[in-house]
């Protein structure tokens, strides 16, 4: 039982303010439980600075500093449950730009062992600050493209890119298990589409599922 102020959260950043949030998230048409209960239990506004924190829990994408975002609520929330939909029991699953972690922070407490790759070497040092504060442990990092995936560990159960490419990276669909599902966003700004790739034993299957709108994918790591 963590009982940090900062992180139990007072006012704006209190339950209450998280219970807010997943009635809207339930609204907006997310159904599986599991998700909102983990929604409901992490404190989304240590992940954003001190000054933000009060919005934490509004459904909008905010500044993480180095010119990233993390996702807005309702996205963070629809990726998970089309990932998990078909396989609620994942072991392993690469996530793709770890941001701040808070996306990292839910899949963790949802599937076996998250393996997150983020470009930006600052900011994956505070996301493994916050996730130690939280004391969710089920997580490697690795500062790298990820356009190259994580090759030691794959295959993977289930990859989540939370950037988005203008084609999806060969060496994803490469590390993808058979029977494994990818949720990506492909495409330039203002035209991104969600795309749910499943890996089946005759090949892949595509669906194309919702417009969003992810920061980019960008090549090579920044120190
Ligand atoms: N899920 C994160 C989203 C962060 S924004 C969160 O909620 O905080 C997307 C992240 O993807 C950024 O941190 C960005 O640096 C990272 N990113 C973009 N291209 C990447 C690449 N090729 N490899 C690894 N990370 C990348």
Sequence with gaps: MITNPRIQGIGMTSRRTRERMINRLLEQGITE????DVMRDTPRHIFV???LASRAY?????????NQT???PYIVAKMTELLLQEKPNMGKVLEIGTGCGYQTAILAQLVGHVYSVERILPLQKKAIQHLQDLRIRNIS???SDGGWGWSKNAPYDGILVSAAPTEIPEALLEQLAVGGVMLIPV????????RRITHTDSGYQVEVL??????????????
């Design 49 to 51: 600075d001190d000054a």
């Design 187 to 194: 495409g330039r700004a203002g035209q991104q589409e969600l």
């Design 141 to 143: 990092f690795q500062h």
């Design 33 to 36: 439980h599991k998700i909102l």
């Design 70 to 72: 993390i996702s807005q």
């Design 210 to 223: 919702e417009p969003v709108s992810f920061v980019p994918f960008l090549s090579g790591g920044v120190s």
């Design 58 to 66: 509004e459904d909008t994408a905010l500044p993480i500093g180095h």
